[in-house]
């Protein structure tokens, strides 16, 4: 087997969405997204800490924050991310947000609740300058 090189280059928060079957999962990833497209930080790649990807793991390690979004109580982005042997991340539960696995549908509305979470816990940029 081959080692994988992932040739996405290093950013200076990375996030992680569980990205699960569930609406919660749906939100989760969307909110990640919009995250990314307003350069808040780069959405990242969950199943690359799952599967070990060396080069997922050393840019993961070597970014100045991290931020896993979990939709549900099973946590499963931060799992992942522990037992890859990562710490020292910032957490979002969306059921903490009021946002209930099963009743938590991916509107607008409810994707701006996350992101505006989200942004509260990420550092901002003091070298470009960035706030969230």
Not at 33 to 40: A, K, T
Not at 45 to 73: F, H, K, N, Q, Y
Not at 78 to 95: E, I, K, N, T, V
Request: aromatic share 2%; with cysteine; charged share 15%.
């Amino acid at each position: 087997m081959t080692e994988q090189t992932c040739k996405c280059g290093v950013a200076t928060t990375l996030i992680f969405a569980c990205s699960g079957a569930a609406d919660v999962g749906a939100l989760t990833d969307l909110a990640a997204r919009q995250l990314s497209r307003e350069h808040i930080g780069r959405m990242y790649c969950l199943a690359g800490i799952g599967g070990r990807i060396a080069d997922i793991l050393r840019t993961t390690t070597e970014a100045r924050s991290v931020l896993a979004i979990d939709g549900c109580p099973a946590a499963c982005a931060s799992a992942c991310l522990q037992q890859a042997g990562l710490s020292g991340f910032a957490r979002l539960q969306l059921a903490d947000l009021g946002l209930p696995k099963g009743h938590a549908p991916a509107t607008p509305e409810n994707i701006e609740r996350v992101v505006t979470a989200a942004k509260t816990l990420i550092p901002a940029d003091p070298i470009a300058g960035e706030t969230p």
